[in-house]
């Protein structure tokens, strides 16, 4: 894996965070209402680090066991982070998931919205979600189909969710902005003020086109091989 020191951390965030500007600006679009998620799945403390003296307050994990490991001690010395689950969430991991999550990104089925609400109200802890949308209906991703979206939704509410808006990954190798552009048309259809897309490849393109959270890793660790 390339070395993530902190210098070329430091660089790499100061170049997103400008190249996010950039897009903003061009789409009109407030700045302050882009969030970066810097996504450290597999990173080690000392990686992440760097990036939270740059003022990098929002992180992004896969597992919740990965990272039930790691971000308790770094959120006690450090006030102010937001922790982000990103990857596909199991039914019996959804109290785990509420209570170390900020946001939880992948709601995709019933049987996940029904966990999450018992463990929110066990929990007494609201945790805002975002619909996962398999928007290009890939049978190997998560996420859930179009015509499913609306009785998600009304799940959701029944379960006292509160649904920040919807999340997608695009299909691979492809022109993203056709798959952006649909679920921004999807979110505004359901008065869903938030999207979750865009990542080291593309998020310019999701900017320009509604994205509210970027999910960036490689563009900002460096890239992993394949063990990781």
């Not at 700045?31 to 003296?53: F, M, N, W």
């Not at 009785?151 to 006292?160: F, H, I, N, W």
């Not at 649909?182 to 869903?192: D, K, Q």
């Not at 865009?198 to 310019?204: A, L, P, R």
Request: proline share 5%.
């Amino acid at each position: 894996m390339q070395e993530a020191t902190p210098e070329k951390s430091a660089d790499r965030l100061t170049a997103i965070r400008a190249r996010m500007a950039a897009a903003a600006k061009l789409a009109r679009r407030p700045s302050e209402d882009i969030h970066l998620i810097a996504v450290s799945k597999t990173r080690s403390v000392e990686d992440i680090a760097p990036l939270i003296l740059q003022g990098q307050m929002l992180f992004g994990e896969n597992r919740v066991q990965e990272a039930a490991q790691k971000w308790p001690v770094l959120k006690e010395q450090h006030s102010g982070i937001q922790l982000h689950l990103i990857g596909q969430l199991q039914s019996n991991k959804a109290e785990e998931a509420v209570a170390l999550f900020d946001m939880i990104h992948s709601v995709d089925r019933l049987s996940l919205i029904s966990a999450l609400g018992k463990a929110m109200q066990k929990l007494q802890r609201a945790v805002p979600c975002f619909i996962q949308v398999n928007i290009g209906a890939e049978a190997q991703k998560g996420g859930c189909s179009v015509a499913e979206l609306p009785d998600l939704l009304k799940a959701a509410q029944e379960s006292d969710i509160p649904v920040a808006g919807l999340m997608c990954i695009p299909p691979a190798d492809v022109e993203a902005a056709p798959f952006f552009a649909l679920l921004a048309e999807l979110s505004a259809r359901h008065g869903l003020p938030q999207l979750s897309m865009g990542m080291s490849d593309d998020f310019e393109m999701a900017i320009m086109l509604g994205a509210t959270h970027i999910r960036v890793g490689t563009a900002l660790f460096g890239a992993r091989t394949s063990a990781d």
